[in-house]
Nanobody, 122 residues
Framework: HVQLVESGGASVQAGGSLRLSCAAS????????MAWFRQLPGKEREGVAA????????FYSDSVKGRFTVSRDDAKNTVYLEMTSLKPEDTAMYYC????????????????WGQGTQVTVS
């Protein structure tokens, strides 16, 4: 039973920082591409960042490049999203996702999804 559990979402002021975590279980974590997506109600889901097995390379959407950093700790089966210089337009529900295989990019089909963690920037 695959499970992805996000945490770390909060309400912060513009310019602030947050670190999201996603704990994975039920599958071989280090063989999966991991990614973060975000979505506002009524809007399409947007890929934010992805990280290949083994810790790299990483991929980012243009909207977060230079501000967000994705990383993973395979020993802890956890992927992180470090978010800095937060803007009100970063407000969204953030989801962690996983898919098997070496190739890793935001447009790939992801098989597993978490329930999301809310980030609000004001």
């Amino acid at each position: 039973h695959v499970q992805l559990v996000e945490s770390g979402g909060a309400s912060v002021q513009a310019g602030g920082s947050l670190r999201l975590s996603c704990a994975a279980s039920g599958y071989i974590f280090n063989s999966h591409c991991m990614a973060w997506f975000r979505q506002l109600p009524g809007k399409e889901r947007e890929g934010v960042a992805a990280i290949r097995t083994g810790g790299g390379p990483t991929f980012y959407s243009d909207s977060v490049k230079g501000r967000f950093t994705v990383s993973r700790d395979d020993a802890k089966n956890t992927v992180y999203l470090e978010m800095t210089s937060l803007k009100p337009e970063d407000t969204a529900m953030y989801y962690c996702a996983a898919t098997a295989g070496y190739h890793c990019y935001l447009g790939k089909h992801f098989d597993y999804w978490g329930q999301g963690t809310q980030v609000t920037v004001s």
